[in-house]
């Protein structure tokens, strides 16, 4: 999965969904991969405007990469935005767990694709 998922799902159980506390999901003993792919500035744009910024801020400490821009920078440096491209859309998470910060429950990755399925206790 992309590094960009992680800013758009969050823990699904029934205690936690909908809850502004139950995101992002924290990446834990993570594999990650980088995979080459065009950049597309209006995509990426698109996906700028809907970022959440903190989360990200978030993801990124604890995947040990933190940010070295703030937003404002990336909407004016094409730099930045190929940057950002890099970071979001190339790299990826081959293995590893998602750690709901709520409550704690792992969500997780193989193979590149992360399993979301709750068992029915949590549903
Ligand atoms: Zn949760």
Not at 29 to 53: G, S
Not at 93 to 106: A, D, F, M, T
Request: proline share 7%; net charge negative; with cysteine.
């Amino acid at each position: 999965m992309k590094l960009l998922t992680l800013n758009f799902v969050q823990c699904a159980t029934r205690d936690c969904a909908g809850r502004q506390d139950a995101f992002p999901l924290a990446p834990q003993n993570v594999q990650l991969a980088a995979q080459e792919t065009d950049l597309d500035p209006d995509f990426m744009a698109n996906i700028l405007a809907k970022i959440d910024w903190p989360g990200l801020e978030t993801s990124l400490n604890q995947l040990g990469r933190p940010l070295t821009f703030t937003k404002e920078q990336v909407e004016q440096d094409q730099n930045l935005l190929k940057e950002l491209h890099s970071i979001l859309i190339e790299t990826t998470i081959q293995e590893g767990e998602l750690v709901c910060p709520r409550c704690s429950h792992i969500y997780h990755v193989k193979d590149g694709i992360a399993s979301f399925l709750l068992p029915p206790h949590l549903v």
